[in-house]
């Protein structure tokens, strides 16, 4: 069969490994420790089939106007998405010119470079120290992880303002993690001065749900319209509009999970500083940490991930020259991670 040349060239992006059986525990793709709003799963169990007969709502009508009393804005100014996946492809064919570029932190969500490389334009990747500086040439679009993914870290929303009043493209701060985080940069993508932020949130972190797939972003008018117009007719189907929309309304279910994540998180973090790893100050639900050893850090982070996995205890470990120190540990409940600290003890001797 014929395939593009472009569509030829491409490496497959490589997401985490998905598992199954009951008896694994999956600590590799930053999913909640716990279930989704018992109010949501209400709604999933007596859901009309008259709604399934008949297409969804094309914008998410309900949804974005749930999302927008919540965010204290305009219905205009929200976007939903199958996962904010769907929405920075979206936004890598909105934002950008054939001939300009997509800046990103580096290390950072792989996904980013696999979707300018679909998108056929360049990416460049740099330190916040490094991209603070690019404020030129031909950088269109600047996809800002924060709190970072893998190392949890956070960037104060006053640089990220700072940084966009500079920026001749659109800014957009991914918070996939942000519920478990200090701060947020909700107020910046809201506010009327701001003319190229966006903040883009998902449901597949804090609110338990990656299995349905819905993600929003928030920004200035135009740049949310142009994704209007480019995406598919009905991009989130009837189910996960209306699953969505109660687990917005349980702010209550979710604040009581991040802060169970979070008591386990500062525990775990204790632990292994006990032993003498490295971990980076992180504002997310996982750890990003590097073994005891300096000198054989490297060796030891990847025996650790190996280890594990035979143990079948999924955590990520990333082999790129920024990253092949460390291993990132998502967090789950208290009595799995005593165990994963249980067969690392085992596994360093
Ligand atoms: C997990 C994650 C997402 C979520 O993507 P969805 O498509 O909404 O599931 C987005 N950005 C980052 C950086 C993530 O780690």
Not at 29 to 48: G, H, I
Not at 64 to 91: Q, W, Y
Request: glycine share 6%.
């Amino acid at each position: 069969m014929r395939i593009a040349r472009k569509v030829r060239k491409l490496a497959p992006y490589i997401h985490g490994e998905q598992p199954r059986g009951r008896d694994v525990i999956k600590l590799n793709t930053n999913e909640a420790a716990y279930l989704p709003s018992a109010k949501a799963m209400a709604v999933l169990k007596k859901f009309n089939p008259e709604n399934l007969r008949r297409y969804p709502s094309a914008e998410c009508v309900d949804l974005c106007a749930a999302l927008a009393k919540l965010h204290r804005t305009t219905p205009d100014r929200v976007f939903v998405g199958n996962g904010s996946d769907e929405i920075l492809s979206l936004m890598t064919d909105a934002y950008v010119e054939d001939d300009e570029a997509i800046v990103t932190l580096d290390p950072s969500y792989s996904l980013y470079r696999t979707l300018a490389d679909i998108r056929g334009v360049k990416w460049l990747g740099f330190s916040w120290g490094g991209l603070r500086r690019k404020t030129g040439g031909k950088a269109a679009l600047a996809l800002i992880t924060s709190p970072n993914n893998p190392t949890g870290v956070q960037i104060p929303p006053k640089e990220i303002a700072a940084f966009a009043k500079r920026f001749p493209g659109v800014v957009v701060v991914d918070e996939a993690y942000v519920d478990y985080a200090d701060v947020d940069c909700m107020a910046l993508a809201t506010a009327k001065a701001n003319r190229n932020i966006i903040v883009m949130r998902t449901f597949s972190k804090a609110y338990a749900l990656a299995g349905l797939r819905v993600g929003y972003c928030v920004g200035p008018k135009d740049l949310v319209e142009a994704l209007y117009k480019i995406k598919d007719s009905y991009n989130v189907d009837a189910i996960a509009q209306a699953v969505a929309l109660a687990a917005i309304k349980d702010q209550k279910h979710l604040k009581g999970l991040v802060a169970k994540v979070l008591k386990t998180r500062t525990w775990f973090v204790a632990e292994l500083e006990k032993r003498g790893w490295d971990v980076m100050p992180t504002q997310a639900n996982f750890v990003f940490a590097r073994p005891p050893c300096a000198k054989t850090a490297k060796a030891d982070a990847k025996r650790v991930f190996e280890g594990l996995r035979e143990r079948k205890i999924f955590v990520r470990y990333f082999s790129g020259p920024k990253t092949c120190d460390r291993v990132r540990f998502s967090i789950g409940t208290d009595a799995q991670m005593r165990r994963v600290l249980k067969e690392v003890d085992a596994i360093l001797g």
